[in-house]
């Protein structure tokens, strides 16, 4: 007991002295993570709920000793370092930036402070709120390492600490699959300095066997010693003290071999980060990477769970007792045939299953919103927030598909569409709530609100196929494709002519492939965003590799890139697409300075426009508003382009006065007819090369 009176009164005693010491002029490490880092002895129960539980970064403070913390001169250089870990249990890389933890951690921040990163524990969680995707988790990765350096900080990456769970031939084997690796990856993208603190905690621990490990470092307790845990508790995952000071020296030992970031310091306010290299796949590199998904061969007829085509009876138990089948049989196709299906709610999509609807197959949905709740997570005009359901819904779903030659109508013309009259206050106080960075847990719309759901929202997915089906009368945005990545979208149909019915919108998303689509939209056809504002630019999950080919343009505008992208869109490709009937804009660039982020490495090649009213629009300040923030829009690559008649601009490029659109390149452009040829305003290194506005001059005239 004395021991233990000791441990904590080494806690108490740091945590008096944090304050007092962070007043000096000193270096701080944080630590964020997960419970394997936790620092338990803050909670004033320790001793009674949780001993003798420790994170490995409750004991850390130890190694900033003076004797210790000479071995890191060449890390820190500093005769004082001050510990403040924020790690906490059960928290992912997406759950601890949602929480807003992330962002209490980035502004305290200072030039000079480290920050050592270890998560994966949880982002492999089967638990919704945790689970991350190691794509995703890549993402938040990277996130976390580029806004420490953006405040002269050092980020340090871990692999995620063994657990002792798996073994094989007397030895721990890695037991986070292919989150290790994803760590190492970013390290190596981003040249950031890293600890394999996986493989190194396996190795060290291998020889005290699986039992004697338990015992010793684990949480493997027998009833009666503790007084947190009287019945015991077999938990091969968390730490005893003995444990946490094993791990905390594989991490002090680890830190021994780095070496600070070159031109980092310590005490300067004027330190800038380091840039990371950029480097985009090419076309056939992505779509080399996108794959359309398979399913089992195995068919779950919507008749044989009461569906019925009749138009009047209530079809969603039935879908729900198919996709619950789907997911009971491991997958397969779920099959409509002709008739009409009404739906009074949502659709909620199962991993592994395909919805086929057979040509003469139509859902149609019911107008009551009470239909769609309770509320699910999704996003609005690019904020994350909690809304009725979308109509059709997958969220963290694999190997998902919509086909078939039926039709998806989302019944909202007289309905849905009157509440955008109505959606004003909700929209600001969603923004507001953005800009404030208010957790996402607690932004909930749904009744008493008037944000209108999107028709098919796939939210953090992957491998994605929708193909063939036409869609109509959409209460929002047709289909939002929301932090997910390989997908594929083809020979789809629209006719969907309600405020707002966006066609496609990719929103932090990646590697999207989305060809010979028949388009007639009362809004963009293809609007590729990433979020907007504050969360957006935090975020930082940039929308790239969008591959666009074989398209009919007709609605609004054609291809849009904005105006909510403030995470950034990089590396699109437009090509081989036509004009089937009115575009108000062809090419559409757009963001304000609320956005901020960047847009880059963006190629249109081989497009046909008829009459549109701007041929090319590159705009920073969309709205005429927004301030602090503004884009950085360069290398847009403009190819072999013909237009019939721009009835106001042939090529409209405007930027900002401090922050100038640039490297924007046209080849071989003609535009028939145009009223304003070019409008160059805060934009350089405009490059024309065979370009052709107005029609084409002869040879000079002589005097005979």
Known sequence: MKNIKFLALVGLLFLLGFTAEKERNTVTLFLIGDSTMQDYARHSDYMEKRFPMTGWGQVFPAY????????????????????????????????????????????????????????????????????????????????????????????????????????ADGALQNAHGDYPDAVKEVAAELQVALIDLNQLSMKAFSRYGKEQLGARFFMNLDAGKYVAYPDGLDDNTHFQTEGAKAVAQLVFEGMQSLRREPGMVHVSTTTKPRPAATKFDTKEEILARIVAPTFPDKDFFISEYGGAGDGTTDNKPAFDQAMQ?????????????????????????????????????RLFFSSDPAHYLPVVATSWEGTLLYNYSPFIYAYQCENVAITGKGTIDGEASETWQLWRDKQKDSQLLSREMNNNAVPVAE???????????????????????????????????????????????????????????DGIDPEYSQDVLIENVAFNNGDDNVAIKAGRDLEGRTLGLSTKNIIVRNCKLKGLHGIVIGSEMAAGVHNVFVEDCEASGYLKRGLYIKSNPDRGGEISHIYFKNVKLDQVEDAFFITSFYHQQGEGHVTHIHD?????????????????????????????????????????????????????????????????????
């Open 325 to 361: 089948a789907s997911e009971e049989a491991g997958g397969g196709r779920i099959i409509v045939p002709a008739g009409n299906y009404l739906l009074k709610g949502p659709m909620h999509f199962v991993s592994n299953t395909e919805l086929h609807l057979e040509e003469g197959a």
């Open 64 to 167: 900033m000793a003076p004797d210790s913390l000479a071995k890191l001169s060449q890390l820190v250089g500093m005769d004082a370092v001050v510990v403040d870990n924020r790690s906490i249990g059960g928290r992912s890389t997406r759950s601890f930036f949602q929480e807003g933890r992330w962002r209490s951690v980035y502004e305290d921040l200072k030039p000079g402070d480290l920050v050592v990163i270890q998560f994966g524990h949880n982002d492999q969680s089967t638990k919704g709120e945790r689970f991350v995707s190691v794509e995703g988790y890549k993402e938040f990765l990277r996130l976390y390492v580029t806004q420490a350096r953006q405040k002269g900080a050092m980020p340090i990456l871990l692999t995620p600490v063994t657990n002792n769970h798996k073994w």
């Open 636 to 704: 847009i690559f403009v190819e072999d382009i013909y237009c019939r008649e721009a009835t106001a601009g042939g090529i409209v490029v405007h930027g900002f006065p401090e922050l100038k659109v640039h490297d924007i390149y046209f080849r071989n452009v003609t535009i028939e007819k145009a009223e304003v040829a070019f409008d160059l305003r805060d934009a350089r290194n405009i490059v024309l090369e065979d370009v052709s506005i107005g029609g084409q001059a002869g040879p000079p005239s002589w005097v005979q």
């Open 443 to 501: 932004r909930i719309f749904g009744e008493g609100h008037y944000l209108r759901p999107h028709l098919i929202q796939f939210y953090d997915c992957k491998n994605i196929l929708v193909e063939d089906v036409l869609i109509e009368d959409s209460p929002f945005w047709c289909v939002h494709l929301l932090m997910s990545q390989n997908v594929t979208v083809r020979g789809v149909r629209f006719d969907a002519h309600n405020k707002n019915n």
